[in-house]
């Protein structure tokens, strides 16, 4: 299966590589990005998207900024790069990784005592960040994969693949690990409107890798559900406090259908997509602009009149968890969350 990375350091030109998702699936487009302006659009355009790609994304933002910053004495220096961290931080509030691998990588550049040394600590903590998002994604697959029966369709939401991360996925991770394995697996992805990273994404990488994908509208997931044709749903998380799931908006539907209907619903996600110190209350979820909405390419689908909410992610409260499947272990329900938490890198 293809182990293309989805986004990487370019170490001859000194830029951060990635896959422009907004292009998928017509066209196939690497960006060569050369400032933290350009990263800053590009996260909030969905170039780069999915929790883990993001926490990658963001520590490489501040390799970034290090590598651009002009040289001068290095209080004014880390200073400056700080203040491009926290530019880059906000484009998007509801994935914790981005926070996560900006600050991962600040800290690690903290106590540099040249630009020079900076700046080989600001990139070395990405790379490790972006290598170990790999190993997590293929610890999740394995463990995940044992939850799945020899024969199994999965429902997804959204895109939790190798898209969504540095590579292989987390919930599309469980796939191909249970794919390896010598199961047969095939998924139906919701479309997920209104930008469609089931329909354009999900089913882009799992054809690109041979795997069965049926695309389906939003709607009829829950009807799939009662005719028997979904054996279990499993999706990715932006975030998990101890009260809930932050996922595409979306899942809580799913969640709640599933429940109806005795199927179980994973979630699939690495560590460094919990937040200890938060609960539902607390957390921003991201509002997206209404032409997301009331566009579908250059047709207009909404009267201008008709006001328009666009909240781009969900909550689902845990007891709708079945299990989260971890780079560390599963943890079943009734899901209590800080049993991970007490193991390091833990928010
Ligand atoms: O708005 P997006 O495309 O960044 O939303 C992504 C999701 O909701 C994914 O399901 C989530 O980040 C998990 S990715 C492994």
Redo the contacts with the bound molecule.
């Keep these: 299966m293809n182990g293309t990375a989805t986004l990487w350091w370019n170490k001859e030109a000194g830029s951060l590589c990635y896959i422009d998702?907004t292009s998928l699936p017509e066209k196939y487009r690497v960006v060569e990005c050369r400032s933290v302006g350009r990263l800053v659009k590009a996260i909030g355009r969905?170039e780069i998207?999915?929790?883990?790609?993001?926490g990658v994304a963001g520590a490489y933002g501040v390799a970034l900024a290090a590598h651009v910053c002009p040289k001068k004495n290095i209080d004014a220096f880390l200073s400056d790069v700080s203040r491009d961290a926290e530019i880059l931080r906000v484009t998007?509030p509801?994935?914790v990784?981005l926070g996560w691998g900006i600050d991962r990588v600040l800290q690690k550049i903290a106590s540099a005592d040249s630009i020079t040394s900076a700046r080989l600590l600001a990139l070395g903590e990405a790379e490790a960040i972006a290598h170990e998002d790999t190993a997590c994604c293929h610890a999740i697959g394995q463990k995940g994969a044992d939850l799945l029966h020899d024969k199994t369709t999965l429902l997804t939401?959204?895109?939790?693949?190798a898209l969504?991360?540095s590579s292989w996925?987390?919930?599309?991770g469980v796939v191909r690990s249970a794919i390896e394995s010598g199961k047969k697996v095939n998924v139906f992805a919701c479309e997920?409107r209104p930008?469609l990273?089931g329909s354009r994404?999900t089913a882009w990488e799992l054809i690109r890798d041979g795997i069965d994908v049926t695309v389906i509208t939003d709607s009829a997931a829950a009807y799939l559900m009662r005719k028997h044709i979904i054996d279990a749903v499993l999706?990715?998380?932006?975030r998990i406090t101890r009260d809930v799931v932050?996922?595409?908006?979306g899942?809580y539907m799913h969640a709640v259908c599933a429940r109806y209907h005795d199927i179980p619903f994973y979630v699939?996600?690495p560590l460094s997509?919990f937040d200890k110190q938060k609960r539902e209350q607390d957390v921003i979820i991201?509002e997206r602009n209404r032409e997301e909405v009331t566009r579908m390419g250059i047709r207009c689908v909404v009267p201008d009149a008709a006001r328009v909410k666009n909240y781009?992610?969900d909550a689902t409260p845990m007891d709708l968890v079945t299990a989260i499947i971890t780079e560390r272990g599963v943890l079943h329900a009734p899901v209590n969350i800080d049993s991970v938490l007490s193991m390091k890198n833990i928010r």
């Design positions: 998702q969905l998207r999915g929790a883990p790609a993001l998007r509801t994935a990784n939401h959204c895109n939790a693949g969504a991360c996925g987390t919930a599309l997920t930008l990273q994404l999706v990715g998380a932006d932050f996922n595409k908006i899942t699939a996600a997509t991201e781009a992610f």
